[in-house]
Antibody, heavy 123, light 108 residues
Framework: EVQVVESGGGLVQPGGSLRLSCVAS????????MTWVRQGPGKGLEWVAN????????YYMRSAKGRFTISRVNAENSLYLQINNLRAEDTAVYYC????????????????WGQGTQVTVSS | DIQMTQSPSSLSASVGDRVTITCRAS??????LNWYQQKPGKAPKVLIY???MLRDGVPTRFSGSGSGTEFTLSISSLQPEDSGNYYC??????????FGQGTKIEIK
């Protein structure tokens, strides 16, 4: 059974840092792109970052560059998101998820999501 | 960045009604368009991928259509369990993705 489980969220002061973790199981982790998606309180989904299985390619939302770093350790089936200089607008549930490439037309989709970890930025 | 405009932002319909949600992309996205359903307090779940492909296990009352820049999600006969939020998601654009703003479906 495919599972992804996030951890590492919490209450952080503005300007602080946080490292979110995600442990995956039930599939060959290194073969899959992975993604982080966030959702602010009462808001919609916002894509944050993607990382290829071999970690060579990484992509970020425009507003993430410079403060967010996505990484992975395949030997530990783990995905990470380092967030620096946290701002109030970073308050959100952060989801770790697996990316699947459709055999139909190679369209990427998010097929398995974790339950999310809450990040609250407040003084 | 590719922008996604989703409408309506909310709708209220009765059990058995046909409902349609629309998503428009700011440029062509080669049918790299997915639809997700999200229940309160839960992670999203993919319903439709590649614009029109039904994900395994998803009821056949859900369908997707469209190409280029205009896409729709339809529910042929709305059921009580279909209440929730729905999001379109473009996965084209050099792996810099965007979601639509979401549509909240309420059952009358």
């Amino acid at each position: 059974e495919v599972q992804v489980v996030e951890s590492g969220g919490g209450l952080v002061q503005p300007g602080g840092s946080l490292r979110l973790s995600c442990v995956a199981s039930g599939f060959t982790f290194s073969n899959y792109w992975m993604t982080w998606v966030r959702q602010g309180p009462g808001k919609g989904l916002e894509w944050v970052a993607n990382i290829k299985g071999d970690e060579i390619e990484k992509y970020y939302m425009r507003s993430a560059k410079g403060r967010f770093t996505i990484s992975r350790v395949n030997a530990e089936n783990s995905l990470y998101l380092q967030i620096n200089n946290l701002r109030a607008e970073d308050t959100a549930v952060y989801y770790c998820a697996r990316i699947l490439y459709s055999p139909y037309n190679n369209c990427p989709l998010i097929d398995y999501w974790g339950q999310g970890t809450q990040v609250t930025v407040s003084s | 960045d590719i922008q996604m405009t989703q409408s309506p932002s909310s709708l209220s319909a009765s059990v058995g009604d046909r409902v349609t949600i629309t998503c428009r992309a700011s440029q062509t996205i080669n049918n790299y368009l997915n639809w997700y359903q999200q229940k309160p307090g839960k992670a999203p779940k993919v319903l439709i991928y590649a614009a029109s492909m039904l994900r395994d296990g998803v009821p056949t009352r859900f369908s997707g259509s469209g190409s280029g820049t205009e896409f729709t999600l339809s529910i042929s006969s709305l059921q009580p369990e279909d209440s929730g939020n729905y999001y379109c998601h473009q996965s084209y654009g050099s792996l810099t993705w965007t979601f639509g703003q979401g549509t909240k479906i309420e059952i009358k």
